[in-house]
């Protein structure tokens, strides 16, 4: 009976791929945009300006150089920008046509706004079982369903 091919120290294919199938996935880094700023198709000033994106926008980093990052947008866009106009702060987006803000991580919790689609609002803590608390500008926040916002 023949032996199942394996690398050069031992280990089979299928258990290369077990290993990597089992390990966790990588949490995904997302930042916000600090001020209105000019999102551009290549790593300079001199590329061609694609729009302009709002203050408070999250977006997904995906290569950094030189002092740019190109980064994902909530539709899957990819764009250019200076990476002076990133922030640590975190943001989300409410992707949903209306999202509903609670007192409480509960559907059944009171209502204490509604954000309308386009809305950023600040991520004060990360998703957990499904929802994340986050802050309006103004000042008042809640729990977010996880699912009618992007940038988690």
């Not at 945009?33 to 198709?41: F, G, I, P, R």
Request: proline share 5%; glycine share 8%.
């Amino acid at each position: 009976m023949a032996r199942p091919s394996t690398g050069t120290r031992g280990y089979s294919v299928a258990a290369l791929a077990a290993l990597f199938i089992a390990a966790p996935a990588a949490a995904i880094e997302y930042r916000s945009v600090d001020s209105a700023t000019v999102l551009y198709d290549a790593p300079s000033v001199k590329g061609r300006p694609l729009f302009v994106i709002k203050r408070f926008t999250p977006v997904e980093p995906v290569v950094s150089l030189e002092g740019w990052t190109k980064v994902r947008d909530a539709e899957g866009g990819l764009a250019w920008i200076e990476k002076k106009h990133l922030s640590e702060q975190r943001t989300v987006l409410v992707t949903a046509s209306e999202a509903q803000v609670r007192r409480e991580a509960s559907d059944t919790a009171p209502l204490v706004f509604e954000a309308q689609k386009g809305v950023a609002l600040e991520l004060v803590e990360p998703a957990a079982a499904g929802w994340a608390k986050v802050r309006h500008r103004d000042g008042v926040g809640g729990f977010v369903r996880a699912s009618q916002v992007w940038g988690l």
